[in-house]
T-cell receptor, first 121, second 106 residues
């Protein structure tokens, strides 16, 4: 069964860092693009970042560019999101998701349950 | 960046009704996805590439459109369809979501 599982969320002070992980199983991890999407409490979905299957191409929302870094370890079937210089507005549930078709970003079909990152003093 | 505008922001409907949700892009696109989200749950992919039905999704869901105007239609609303729906342009980075449409029970 395809199942991404996020971890690494928690409470952090403004200016601090968190590293989110997404462990994937049930598919050939290196063949698929992956993405991070977040949802602030009571708000809509916001795309955060995406990465190609090889990890050679990465993309970011303007709101996180320069502060967040997406990466993947295909030997461990794991996706990461390193979040630095965190702000209160980064407080959200963070979801990882798998690309629906091979190397494309045309949609994301399997999502994790989400991990909550709270930025507060 | 491509802005996505969904309408309406909410709709009240009854079981059996046909429901149509619109998503408008700020510039022409070819690639669009639709998702369903229920409270406390992760989004679920319904449609990708504007009109391709994701495997396992009931055929009462359909997507159409091109250029700047796209629609998600639910032909006969079922109790399990009451949820919030989001469009996402997947044409170019940064990928962007619409603001969401909440489908409520009338």
């Amino acid at each position: 069964e395809v199942q991404p599982v996020e971890s690494g969320g928690g409470l952090v002070q403004p200016g601090g860092s968190l590293r989110l992980s997404c462990a994937a199983s049930g598919f050939t991890f290196s063949s698929y693009t992956m993405t991070w999407v977040r949802q602030a409490p009571g708000k809509g979905l916001e795309w955060v970042s995406a990465i190609s299957g090889s990890g050679g191409s990465t993309y970011y929302a303007d709101s996180v560019k320069g502060r967040f870094t997406i990466s993947r370890d295909n030997s461990k079937n794991t996706l990461y999101l390193q979040m630095n210089s965190l702000r209160a507005e980064d407080t959200a549930v963070y979801y990882c998701a798998k690309g629906v078709v091979g190397g494309s970003y045309s949609g994301f079909d399997y999502w994790g349950q989400g991990t909550l990152a709270t930025v507060s003093s | 960046d491509i802005q996505m505008t969904q309408s309406p922001s909410s709709v009240s409907a009854s079981v059996g009704d046909r429901v149509t949700i619109t998503c408008r892009a700020s510039q022409g696109i070819s690639w669009l996805a639709w998702y369903q989200q229920k409270p406390g749950k992760a989004p679920k992919l319904l449609i990708y590439a504007a009109s391709s039905l994701q495997s396992g999704v009931p055929s009462r869901f359909s997507g159409s459109g091109s250029g700047t105007d796209f629609t998600l239609s639910i032909s006969s609303l079922q109790p399990e369809d009451f949820a919030t729906y989001y469009c996402q342009q997947t044409n170019s980075f940064p990928l962007t979501f619409g603001g969401g449409t909440k489908v409520e029970i009338k």
